[in-house]
């Protein structure tokens, strides 16, 4: 079985600072790690994936995940928030081997203040 | 580039009266197929998914089915609503069986049963 935990119901930050979105993760075996972004009443839009190699990974709009497999981790980041940033975030989870479904996070509220 | 549409956006339905939502998507062929649930603006449950024709996965027993008349049509159905089935109704595809595989959402459609 696979699954997601995002620790934070909310995460705060002001415009211009560097925000952290957490995600850690378990499955039997290698996964495959994805960030989401939801805005209201809207369906869910691709950021960022890793599936091998660097562990560093850069996505959309100035995102970018660090996969760090001794804390099965895969928090979300990016340098400088933006208001517009402000959206639901999810992460999710597959497992490296034949066909797995997503499994995803409830997701993370972020909020940035001007 | 492909597209895919989700309709209606909006539904408000009596307790017992039966449901269709459609999904389709454009400019791609033997695309999976899923559909998601998200109650009260967070969490995504993985409903049904499909890998072609006729081929439904059903992830969650409940009062909703799933079928796929053609290869870029999703619907998902029930014969009689229950309050608890309201929600956000996600439709989504990706291109290869596989768990590499980014998926990519529709809009959604807001469904209220009274």
């Known amino acids: 079985a696979q699954s997601v935990a995002q620790p934070e119901d909310q995460v705060n930050v002001a415009e211009g600072n560097p925000l952290t979105v957490k995600c850690t993760y378990s499955v039997s075996g290698n996964p495959y790690l994805f960030w989401y972004v939801q805005y209201p009443n809207r369906g869910l839009q691709f950021l960022l994936k890793y599936i091998t190699g660097d562990n560093l990974v850069k996505g959309s709009y100035g995102f970018e995940a660090e996969f760090n497999k001794s804390q099965t981790s895969f928090h979300l980041k990016k340098p400088s928030a933006l208001v517009s940033d402000s959206a639901l975030y999810f992460c999710a989870v597959s497992l490296n081997s034949g066909y797995s479904t997503l499994t995803f996070g409830k997701g993370t509220m972020l909020l940035v203040s001007p | 580039s492909q597209t895919i549409h989700q309709w209606p956006a909006t539904l408000v339905q009596p307790v017992g009266s039966p449901l269709s939502l459609e999904c389709t998507v454009e400019?791609?062929?033997?695309?999976?197929l899923y559909w998601y649930r998200q109650a009260a603006g967070r969490g995504l449950q993985l409903l049904f998914y499909s890998v072609g024709i006729g081929q439904i996965s059903s992830e969650v027993p409940q009062n909703l089915s799933a079928s796929r008349p053609q290869d870029r049509q999703f619907i998902l159905s029930s014969k009689k609503l229950l309050l608890s089935d309201s929600g956000f109704y996600l439709c989504?595809?990706?291109?290869?069986?596989?768990?590499?595989?980014?998926?990519?959402f529709g809009a959604g459609t807001r469904l209220s049963v009274l």
């Open positions: 989504a595809w990706s291109t290869l069986a596989g768990a590499r595989n980014i998926q990519y």
């Open positions: 400019g791609t062929s033997n695309p999976n």
